[in-house]
């Protein structure tokens, strides 16, 4: 008869060994996540900027297959479970996509932009998004009244 020991052992090394162990372990880190914010001060509403940004984020994760940190994201930051589509996030962004830059995610095509545009001089001017309406105090960035 097997001891404790060993059949903890083959148990670990069986869900290791079918994904599941990882997957395991990021759910329990996301569901501590949301109990530790649900005692603090309730999250902002997600602007659609974040929502955007947060989409490009997943579909970059998932792509390069960190499915565990894209859980974790979709629960910590209040993003919907179901991805948004991809034709809605490239028009919502303003982008055109031929046949290839289909086929990975949307964050490379805009790295590819703006890393091989044409003019070696020219920046991109960046102005300041909108972003939620209750920023915590002392929190400032692109676009924020210091």
Known sequence: MATITELKCAVRDT??????????????????????DEQREAR?????????????????????????????????????????????LANELNVTED???KSVPLLYGLMCHFVSSGDPGGKVFLRGGSLPAATPAGNTGPGLDA
């Open 15 to 36: 869900l290791e060994s079918r994904g599941v162990l990882g997957q395991l372990k990021a759910r329990i880190r996301a569901e501590v996540f949301s109990a530790l």
């Open 44 to 88: 902002p509403p997600l602007s659609h900027e974040n929502l955007l940004i947060n989409e490009l984020i997943r579909e970059y994760l998932e792509f390069n297959k960190y499915r565990y940190t894209a859980s974790v994201l979709t629960a910590e930051s209040g993003q919907p479970d179901v991805p948004l589509d991809r034709q809605f």
């Open 99 to 101: 046949a290839s830059s």
